[in-house]
């Protein structure tokens, strides 16, 4: 079965600085990965995603996610937080057939000015 | 964009009654899903829908609940008897516009459902 760790709760940044937001999922052949993001009282947006190829993903609002086979990872940064970047982010993960997703248990992202 | 409509937004139903929850998916996805995060916990899978028939569906999925796509644009949830437990958020998604191993999944803002 997968499942996903997303070791920090609750993760505090200085607007402007860097983040990382770290995820370890465990599947047993390559997973399809994804990142979400949730805000107060609002849907999940999908962030980005790895299906396969290129390790180093690109997503929206400048976030990117890289994919590493080895340490069964799959971490969310950022150079510079802003202020809206504030929310809860899920990583997930789906096996063959992607579409049942597990989600992790979600990084809350507060960020002071 | 095109996104994932869910109606209505908060739902309050007493405890053995049944509630609908209901879902406009993107207009040309092929692939549909629910949802539940209880407060506090985190999101899981219900069940998946395509071609009018369940492909997947969890343990939390049982006899309670269905789904149904009663025409072309919705896609509903329904809990036969509530229970106090059933409290959670509800989130609709819908993928594929054809390949789903290469789609992701949209998600609506949820339906909070409250049991009294």
């Known amino acids: 079965a997968q499942s996903v760790t997303q070791p920090d709760i609750h993760i505090t940044v200085s607007e402007g600085a860097s983040l990382e937001l770290r995820c370890n999922y465990s599947?047993?052949?390559?997973?399809?990965l994804f990142w979400y993001v949730q805000s107060p009282g609002q849907g999940l947006q999908l962030l980005l995603k790895?299906?396969?190829?290129?390790?180093l993903v690109q997503g929206i609002k400048g976030f990117e996610a890289e994919f590493k086979r080895s340490q069964s990872s799959f971490n969310l940064r950022k150079p510079s937080v802003h202020w809206s970047d504030a929310a809860e982010y899920f990583c997930?993960?789906?096996?063959?057939?992607?579409?049942?997703?597990?989600f992790g248990t979600g990084t809350r992202l507060t960020i002071i000015p | 964009e095109p996104e994932v409509t869910q109606t209505p937004s908060h739902q309050v139903t007493q405890m053995g009654q049944e509630v609908i929850l209901r879902c406009v998916p993107i207009?040309?996805?092929?692939?549909f899903y629910w949802y539940r995060q209880i407060l506090g916990q985190k999101v899981e899978f219900l069940v998946s829908?395509?071609?009018?028939?369940?492909?997947?569906k969890s343990e939390i999925f049982d006899d309670q609940f269905s789904v149904e796509r009663p025409d072309g644009s919705n896609f509903t949830l329904k809990i036969r008897s509530t229970k106090l437990e059933d409290s959670a958020m509800y989130f609709c998604?819908?993928?594929?516009?054809?390949?789903?191993?290469?789609?992701?999944?949209?998600f609506g803002d949820g339906t909070r459902l409250s049991i009294l």
């Open positions: 599947y047993g052949a390559t997973p399809y």
């Open positions: 997930a993960v789906a096996g063959f057939g992607n579409e049942k997703l597990t």
């Open positions: 998604a819908s993928s594929g516009t054809g390949d789903k191993f290469n789609q992701p999944q949209h």
């Open positions: 207009s040309n996805h092929l692939y």
């Open positions: 829908f395509y071609n009018n028939e369940i492909s997947e």
């Open positions: 790895y299906f396969s190829g290129d390790t």
